[in-house]
């Protein structure tokens, strides 16, 4: 018999026995378009983290910066322009933020005084970093290429320096004895040193403050956390070349305990996913087979007869093999078409670009993995079809 005539009679049983399917098709198409929604919108949503500041943090930084012991060095390295401009070539460097600082510089707004930590930044550093404002606005392009006296305080300055319940905005500190306007006020941050810290521009710190016209660090934000291990080799390739003298007194590092905390919890959702997806279709490979298995008592006598006139035992394991694919490849097309319509759905109310390759490796993957499920499934009552003996399966009641 060929396969096309298998194909024809397993439709057939199907149509005929519809209401007896119908659960498991449904079973089989939810598990399909689960895993086809899953892997899609998964890999969207896991690329859509890895750019997502406010959950990375610093987990994507890499920091260059130098040691500093007079035991082990002599010398105290900087870093320059031309090292910024060459790492933002580097691929996967999403921002490159050059940082000068000082840590005793002298703070004060009327009588009040302290001493405080400045940072002299580019805009691009709230780029780099997740640094959200409590109150006002972050560095400008333009504040540091006109120089404006502006400048970022933390929270704890302002505790320190303003009366409480002063609007702080508008209002002028005198840093290293040059005025400043306070136009932002800094929220909660990763680094708490920020709390206590200062920022001003760039340029304005290496012109104006002594001890501020050195850089000391360079943040490098990597465009996602698979690649910040090669980042981190190539960024110290870059300033090792460019200052071959002071490369022993680099460091050049990143945080990897934090990329591996955000990778676990990333995969324990997905297990969780995945391990639910695999119980529906598991559920629906059994319903499969126990329906399989009435077939076969309730088309005992058919099966008598077909062999009583010469159908041989192979024969009677691929007819029901045939349909038990059948059955499967019925609900895993369905299963494609939800499995599509979910994923645009999603596209549209959570604003990701899905990548297309991977929704057609899943599409595949799900046809592929139906078929599979159907043999699986329907291999026992095929071959307990198959091994019936001809005279007794006619005299079955």
């Known amino acids: ?40 919108v998964g890999d969207s949503v896991e690329s859509d983290l890895g750019r997502n500041l406010e959950i990375l943090g610093s987990a994507t930084i890499v920091k260059a910066s ?57 805009d691009n550093f709230f780029q780099t970093f997740y640094i959200p404002m409590s109150r006002g606005r972050p560095l400008v392009d333009q504040d540091d290429e006109l120089m404006r006296s502006v400048c970022i305080v933390g929270p704890n300055v ?3 320096l303003l009366p409480e319940n002063e609007d702080p905005l508008g209002r002028k500190l005198l840093i290293a004895g040059h005025p400043f306007e306070i136009v932002g006020v800094l929220g909660g941050v990763e680094d708490k040193t920020l709390l206590e810290t200062v920022l001003i521009p760039l340029s304005v710190a290496r012109s104006r403050i002594r001890e501020m016209n050195e850089i000391r660090d360079i943040y490098v934000r ?18 090792a070349a460019n200052q071959p003298g002071y490369a022993e007194g680099m460091m050049v590092r990143y945080f990897p305990e ?30 499969i087979t126990n329906v399989m298995l009435a077939a076969v008592r309730e088309r005992t006598t058919e099966i008598g007869l077909r062999k009583a ?9 691929s007819q029901f093999l045939v349909e038990s694919v059948t059955i499967s490849s019925m609900g895993g097309l369905l299963g494609i078409i939800v499995g599509i319509v979910s994923v645009a759905i999603m596209q549209k109310m959570m604003g990701i ?22 043999v699986a499934s329907g291999y026992v009552p095929a071959r307990t079809a198959s091994r019936l003996d001809a005279a007794d399966a006619m005299r079955f009641e």
């Open 1 to 40: 018999m060929l396969t096309s005539d298998l194909l024809q009679i397993s439709l057939r049983q199907l149509y005929r026995n519809q209401r007896r399917y119908k659960g498991v098709i449904i079973g089989i198409a939810l598990g399909i378009a689960g895993f086809v929604t899953v892997l899609t």
């Open 222 to 239: 990597g465009a996602n956390w698979d690649i910040v291990p090669d980042l981190q080799q190539n960024v110290m390739k870059v300033l």
């Open 353 to 374: 670009q899905p990548a297309y390759f991977v929704l057609a490796v899943s599409l595949v993957a799900g046809v592929v993995f139906a078929a599979a499920l159907g």
């Open 158 to 160: 302002i505790e320190t």
């Open 309 to 317: 006139v010469g159908a041989t035992e192979e024969l009677i394991l």
């Open 66 to 122: 130098f040691d500093y012991d007079r035991k082990k060095r002599w010398h105290h390295g900087q870093y320059f322009l031309k090292d910024v401009e060459d790492l933002k070539q580097l691929p996967g460097a999403a921002s490159v933020s050059p940082v000068v600082w000082h840590g005793g510089q002298p703070i004060s707004y009327g009588a009040k005084k302290t001493r405080g930590r400045v940072m002299g930044v580019q």
């Open 258 to 287: 934090r990329i591996r905390t955000i990778k676990r919890a990333v995969l324990m959702v997905k297990l969780f996913l995945y391990a639910a997806l695999s119980v529906t279709l598991v559920l629906a490979g059994l319903g």
